[in-house]
């Protein structure tokens, strides 16, 4: 059978068989087998394609998902678990907003705890993106369903949209600023990311509890790996969705 998962991703990145031919290193003619008749590359070349097109290799390739290389790649990406979110070192977050030099993508709800611990989180963010880096902050629309809810499920009623507001008021004085994106989201949230280059914490979210009293899971970006890629498409879907903040 054809696979119309890898035909579409060719399609919407913009590339072609030709150019995704070139760049993974491969004939022409493989890359159409792996369209037309469904072949499966070898894991080399599954990688360099899902990063060439921005999409998972599984998602492309869902029969490799028990391949104990891929598996073996996830777990690797696993540094630790931190037992709340309190429990990351303000020092940790210092370093990874200080270090990083491609990319800086939050999302949460409020994130209050940001701008409550991190010495001059703004000041931060504006540095980071005169250095060139990407940063893009995705925060909850404080009108929006998904903050009434998750309010509510807490049992905090408005306050959390309260919070959402007041991170807006505190980041209003650098949006503008060239290489900060800002976007509001009305989404769903299953967990809180924060990515700094290759490193990303998941903080996720259950039922009734503040995200703060959940687990942070530190991952980092292997070739191969599952985890860090699975939460970064999420963020992205998120990303698409929301409304630019002004």
């Known amino acids: ?140 629309d404080p009108d929006g369903e998904a903050a009434a809810r998750r309010g509510q499920e807490e049992g905090i009623g408005e306050l959390l949209a309260a919070r959402c507001r007041l991170t807006w008021a505190y980041l209003a004085k650098i949006l503008g600023t060239p290489g900060v994106e800002a976007r509001m989201h009305d989404t769903t949230l299953y967990t809180s990311m924060f990515r700094f280059d290759e490193t990303l914490l998941a903080n996720p979210h259950t039922f009734g509890t503040a995200a703060s009293h959940s687990p942070v899971l530190h991952l980092r970006r292997i070739d191969g790996g599952r985890l860090f890629t699975n939460y970064l498409s999420s963020y992205e879907r998120v990303w698409e969705r929301a409304r630019v903040a002004s």
Do not use: Y
């Open 1 to 140: 059978m054809s696979n119309e998962r890898l035909r579409a991703a060719v399609v919407g990145s913009g590339q072609s068989v030709a150019t995704v031919a070139e760049q993974v290193g491969v004939d022409r003619k493989t890359v159409e087998r792996w369209i037309v008749s469904g072949r499966v590359p070898h894991r080399t070349h599954r990688v360099a394609v899902a990063q060439l097109l921005g999409e998972d290799d599984v998602f492309l390739w869902p029969e490799t998902a028990a391949d104990p290389r891929t598996v073996s790649a996830s777990q690797a990406e696993f540094v630790a678990i931190h037992p709340n979110r309190g429990s990351v070192s303000i020092d940790t977050w210092c370093s990874l907003l200080d270090t990083a030099a491609e990319s800086i993508d939050l999302l949460a709800f409020a994130g209050s705890f940001l701008h409550d611990a991190v010495p001059e989180f703004d000041d931060r963010l504006v540095s980071a993106a005169r250095r060139g880096v990407r940063v893009r902050l995705l925060f909850g």
